[in-house]
């Protein structure tokens, strides 16, 4: 994921599919969110004014908290 094909933006693709079944939401991987880094990725939603940002922010700050991240590198 930290190739130069991210994009930012593709981070609210993957959380529409996270929500696409019950299934898709625990196969997907938080950290599949966050390819162009985890705080990169915060700083994005931040500034989107939207309800589905404002969900997966509180979502990746929920994993955050709970150590989700704790091994996580935006590097291959």
């Known amino acids: 994921m930290g190739d130069a094909s991210w994009q930012i933006e ?3 693709l993957i959380w ?9 939401f625990f196969m997907i991987d ?3 969110l966050c390819g162009a880094g985890l705080e ?6 931040l500034e989107i004014d939207d ?7 509180a979502y990746l700050e929920k994993c955050e908290a709970i150590g989700d991240f704790e091994a996580f590198s935006k590097e291959v």
């Open 16 to 24: 529409q599919a996270k929500h696409l079944s019950m299934d898709a």
């Open 40 to 45: 990169a990725t915060q700083l994005y939603l």
């Open 30 to 32: 938080v950290q599949l």
């Open 51 to 57: 309800e589905d940002a404002v969900a997966e922010l």
């Open 10 to 12: 593709d981070t609210k």
